[in-house]
């Protein structure tokens, strides 16, 4: 079955380190979403890629950023950890831009920045 | 701007009925989703409206109002397991998702 994994889980970091969270997804889709989780928000979208080589701002991205070299997978990395950044992430795809077709979602990153 | 409000919690009995109710601006729309998320999970797709009226999938339904950006999830015979948060998201003209805080529902027995 398609599936998009999310490693790792859980992270510990200090402020300052770089970090990368992975997402790999199998559903061949070309849209991929990195958002961010926090208690009193809704989903708030950092980057998103609508195919190979391409990746946009979302509303929350600064200190982040990522890569698309291939369909399946959308790294995201935060340059300098900040605890601002202690949070939950999603990756998610969805299977074309202009579309309404729903968003698959991984089980998310917990990044604990100290 | 963009904003979507929905209740911040909920409580319902067991087999009962709730509806859960979100209000949208957004610069264009191309629709609404609700998605559902148990606590420590990934939200997971439930409906989407992009046509006046009600959706009905099994004990869920989902009705949308485009004139007075409203849109309500209805959840039929209540079961525990239902207990979760849900997402309501609208679609903008550029087709990016704009998300609710959610509403958290909590049955009681």
């Known amino acids: 079955d398609a599936e998009i994994t999310q490693s790792p889980r859980h992270k510990i970091t200090e402020t300052g380190r770089q970090v990368t969270l992975a997402c790999h997804q199998t559903?061949?889709?070309?849209?991929m979403f990195w958002y961010r989780q926090d208690l009193g928000h809704g989903l708030r979208l950092i980057h998103y890629s609508y195919g190979v080589q391409d990746t946009n701002k979302g509303e929350v991205s600064d200190g982040y950023s990522v890569s698309r070299s291939n369909t399946e997978d959308l790294p995201l990395t935060l340059e300098s950890a900040a605890s601002s950044q202690t949070s939950v992430y999603f990756c998610?795809?969805?299977?074309?831009?202009?579309?309404?077709?729903?968003?698959?979602f991984g089980q998310g990153t917990r990044l604990t920045v100290v | 701007g963009q904003n979507i409000d929905q209740p911040t919690e909920m409580t319902a009995t067991e087999g009962a009925i709730v509806q859960i109710n979100c209000t949208y601006q957004t610069s264009g729309f191309n629709g609404l989703f609700w998605y559902q998320q148990h606590a420590g999970e990934a939200p997971t797709f439930l409906s989407y409206?992009?046509l006046d009226g009600l959706e009905e999938k099994g004990r869920f339904s989902s009705f949308l109002s485009r004139s007075k950006g409203y849109s309500y999830l209805l959840l039929k015979e209540l079961q525990m397991k239902d207990s979760a948060s849900y997402l309501c998201a609208g679609l903008d003209s550029n087709y990016q998702l704009i998300w609710g805080a959610g509403t958290k529902l909590i049955i009681k027995p």
């Open positions: 559903w061949n889709h070309n849209n």
């Open positions: 998610a795809s969805s299977e074309s831009a202009e579309s309404n077709t729903e968003a698959f």
């Open positions: 409206n992009v």
